[in-house]
C-alpha cells in the first residue's frame, strides 16, 4: 500500500520528470543546519533524506530529524545504514535491501532485525533496489562489502533492476557513493530506466547543474545530492533544481 510520502515523491515524478532529494548526514551538518533546509524547500527540492554509512549514533539521528522538521515542512525519509539508522521521529524509511552486496547482513539481515522498529515507529516503509556501481572506493561500497557493477556492465546493472522490480520493490537507486569520483554514467541511467517500470533514483558524484541535466535527460526519476550539499550549500542545490527544470 503506498503511503502519503511515497505518494508524494510519485506526483512530484509525474509533474516535474525529475525530482531533486536532499540527503543530509547527520554527522556532516551542525548549526547551520535549519536555514539549509529552509532554503531547499524555497529552491524546489521535493524530500529530505537522512543518513550516513558510517551513522553510529541514534541520538544524533534524532536530534537531526526534529530539527529538519522544526525547519521545513519537507517529508524526512530515512536513507539507514542499519537498525541504529532508524528515528522515530522521521515520516519514512527508505525500506533498502543492497543488491550487489557480498554481506547477508545487508540483503536481509538487518532488514529483518528493523522491520519490528519501523512498524512500532509507525514509519512509513518504501521499498528500494539498492545498487552500488561503478568503481569508485566509497565509504557505502566499503561498509557496504559491496561486489562492484562497472560502469560498462550496462546489462548486469539493468538485470539487477529487473530482479528488484520483479521482487516487488517500488523504486530502484543506482548509487555511485558519496563523494564518488564520476557519476553514474547516463548510458546505464538510459538502459536501466527504460527497461524497468518503477522509479529510478540515480545519486554519487553528482557536482554540477550539467551532471544533473544530463542524468534526467537520460531518464533519472531522482537526483540525490548530498556532499555538494556539505561543501558548496543550498546555492549550487539550487543551480542544479533549475537544470533539472531545462530537462
Known amino acids: 500500500m503506498t503511503g502519503p510520502v511515497e505518494s508524494a515523491l510519485i506526483d512530484g515524478i509525474r509533474e516535474k520528470g525529475c525530482i ?13 543546519l535549519p536555514g539549509i533546509v529552509t532554503d ?13 554509512s558510517t551513522l553510529r549514533s541514534s541520538a544524533q539521528l534524532d536530534r537531526t530529524v526534529k530539527t529538519i522538521r522544526d525547519s521545513c515542512s ?6 539507514p545504514n542499519g537498525p541504529v539508522g532508524i528515528s522515530r521521529f522521521a515520516h519514512a524509511i527508505f525500506f533498502m535491501s543492497l543488491l550487489n ?16 522498529v519501523v512498524r512500532r515507529f509507525n514509519l512509513e516503509p518504501i521499498p528500494v533496489g539498492y545498487m552500488v556501481v561503478g568503481q569508485s572506493e566509497t565509504a557505502v561500497s566499503a561498509v557496504g562489502r559491496a561486489k562492484h ?17 520483479y521482487l516487488g520493490m517500488r523504486f530502484v537507486y543506482l548509487e555511485a557513493g558519496s563523494g564518488a569520483e564520476h557519476m553514474v554514467e547516463p548510458r546505464m541511467v538510459s538502459r536501466v530506466s527504460e527497461r524497468i517500470n518503477v ?16 542524468l534526467a535527460k537520460a531518464g533519472a526519476s531522482a537526483i540525490v545530492t548530498g556532499t555538494v550539499l556539505e561543501q558548496e550549500g543550498p546555492g549550487r542545490v539550487k543551480q542544479i533544481l533549475a537544470a533539472l527544470k531545462r530537462a
Do not use: C, W
Open 74 to 79: 519537507l517529508p524526512t525519509i530515512l536513507f
Open 149 to 165: 557493477i562497472p560502469f560498462s556492465e550496462v546489462d548486469l546493472a539493468t538485470d539487477y533492476a529487473l530482479a528488484a522490480q
Open 40 to 52: 531547499l524547500e524555497d529552491h524546489g527540492t521535493t524530500a529530505i533524506m537522512i543518513g550516513g
Open 199 to 214: 522509479p529510478l533514483i540515480v545519486g554519487g558524484g553528482i557536482r554540477t547543474p550539467s551532471q544533473a541535466e544530463r
Open 101 to 116: 552486496s557480498s554481506s547477508t547482513r545487508y540483503l536481509i539481515e538487518s532488514q529483518v532485525i528493523g522491520a519490528s
Open 20 to 32: 531533486h532529494l536532499a540527503l543530509i548526514d547527520p554527522e556532516k551538518f551542525a548549526n547551520t
